[in-house]
């Protein structure tokens, strides 16, 4: 019965590499996030999607793409990884611009 | 630029003692939320303020939104070890979609 759901937890990947990091919501919400968390803890908005509007962040490299297949799902595919990309991204959903639900994080790791 | 400072960034302190937390901006925010995280977990909601002047609530927490809407506090009284976690403010602007803000948090270790 968890609300918003991501795998996988953890994953440790070459440089060069593309990966993709799924999240689910069962809470019927209509905008899902996607967040990185670097080492100093700091929470960066990515994305943020519903099913009208994909907003970026200007500054997220275009090696980073986020695919919705439902109103259920956003999936964060990343192409190319860097050393720079190793960190904690979270994904989120609400409904828009009301609280927003975390899901548990997965821990990204490029060697 | 840091549009949400918060500080401090540690605090440390004895069971029992009073502390509070400080989220500052220039920026005008719709909302401000208060988050607390546990390690290998994400983000929990601990409160959303929106009106300017507001004060809530929550056990032995106490947050209160500036009058002007750029600035708020997390007050906790006689903390306990369980408090003990990062604690993170976050602003939403209208018409962003919700997307939010986030200050850059506080770690805060509640020793018995």
């Known amino acids: 019965d968890t609300a918003v759901s991501q795998t996988p937890k953890y994953l440790v990947t070459q440089m060069g590499n593309d990966k993709s990091i799924k999240c689910e919501q069962n809470?019927?919400?209509?905008?899902m996030y996607w967040y990185k968390q670097d080492s100093k803890k700091f929470l960066k908005i990515m994305f943020s999607?519903?099913?009208?509007?994909?907003?970026i962040n200007e500054t997220v490299p275009n090696r980073f793409s986020p695919k919705s297949p439902d109103k259920a799902h956003l999936n964060l595919h990343i192409n190319s990884l860097e050393l720079g990309d190793s960190a904690v991204y979270f994904c989120?959903?609400?409904?828009?611009?009301?609280?927003?639900?975390f899901g548990p994080g997965t821990r990204l790791t490029v060697l | 630029t840091q549009l949400l400072e918060q500080s401090p960034q540690f605090l440390s302190i004895q069971e029992g003692e009073n502390l509070t937390v400080y989220c500052n901006s220039s920026?005008?925010?719709?909302?401000l939320q208060w988050y607390r995280q546990e390690p290998g977990e994400g983000p929990v909601l601990l409160v959303t303020?929106?009106?300017?002047?507001e004060v809530k609530k929550l056990k032995r927490l106490t947050f209160q939104f500036g009058d002007a809407r750029k600035d708020s506090s997390l007050h906790i009284t006689a903390a306990q070890p369980g408090d003990t976690g990062l604690y993170l403010c976050?602003?939403?602007?209208?018409?962003?979609?919700?997307?939010?803000?986030f200050g850059k948090g506080t770690k805060l270790s509640v020793k018995p």
């Open positions: 989120a959903s609400s409904q828009v611009e009301r609280t927003q639900y």
């Open positions: 976050a602003g939403a602007r209208r018409g962003s979609q919700g997307n939010l803000i």
């Open positions: 809470l019927g919400h209509d905008t």
């Open positions: 920026s005008v925010f719709s909302s």
């Open positions: 999607y519903n099913n009208k509007e994909l907003i």
């Open positions: 303020v929106v009106t300017g002047g």
